[in-house]
């Protein structure tokens, strides 16, 4: 693990989800982009309707705690982008050149249902990402990690780095690690892979 991108909305729960990120960062000796996208369609429809309305500067909010990591881990590599445009694209764009091999996020952001897990956001990116996405649960607040449930549409992948963060995890933290399979139908499985083992914890590559 080597660079973990981590969207800020500026919510209680993004301000857990950085300090999840900065707990795994250091352990893993990797860095952090802290991200916050915004539109201006959106502004302007808060703006007008009084709806979601915050008073919170994003760069001010950022730098706020980014100045604080600093303080109390000069070592830890950080930085901030703002960047005006939809959340999904941008963050895949990111991703791409930063060649980040994490994402972790809050599961809810401002302002979301709180009956559901995933908030809106959290869900696209879960679902567009190429690579694994840690989503921190609403009012968790980091001690250790003791249980992953990892998600997966399939549990077969062509390239075995795509599971190296939740490789190191499992190495850095030894958590309880369960396999949540949500395809209703298992694909077939291409000519070189590699399969997860939720019982071992390794990657396996398998060959048909």
């Given at each position: ?28 000796n990797a860095e952090i982009t802290v991200v ?77 249902n709180l009956e559901t897990f995933l908030g ?89």
């Amino acid at each position: 693990m080597k660079h973990i991108i981590v969207p800020v909305d500026l919510s209680k729960n993004s301000k857990e989800a950085l300090r999840y990120a900065v707990h795994v960062a250091r352990a893993a000796n990797a860095e952090i982009t802290v991200v916050h996208c915004y539109s201006l369609l959106l502004k302007a429809v808060i703006y007008t309707t009084k709806k979601g309305y915050t008073e919170k500067d994003a760069e001010k909010w950022i730098q706020k705690r980014l100045t604080k990591i600093r303080l109390k881990h000069p070592e830890q590599k950080i930085d901030s982008k703002i960047i005006q445009g939809d959340v999904v694209d941008s963050l895949r764009r990111l991703v791409e050149v930063t060649h980040a091999d994490l994402v972790i996020m809050g599961c809810q952001g401002a302002g979301e249902n709180l009956e559901t897990f995933l908030g809106s956001t959290s869900g696209a990116i879960v679902k567009t990402t190429n690579i694994p996405v840690l989503v921190v649960p609403p009012r968790f607040k980091f001690n250790g990690i003791n249980r992953v449930v990892f998600a997966v549409k399939n549990p077969f992948v062509r390239d075995q780095r795509t599971l190296d963060p939740i490789l190191d995890i499992k190495s850095i933290f030894n958590p309880h690690v369960q396999m949540l399979h949500l395809g209703e139908d298992q694909p077939p499985a291409p000519d070189q892979n590699y399969q997860y083992s939720p019982v071992d914890q390794r990657c396996d590559p398998i060959r048909q």
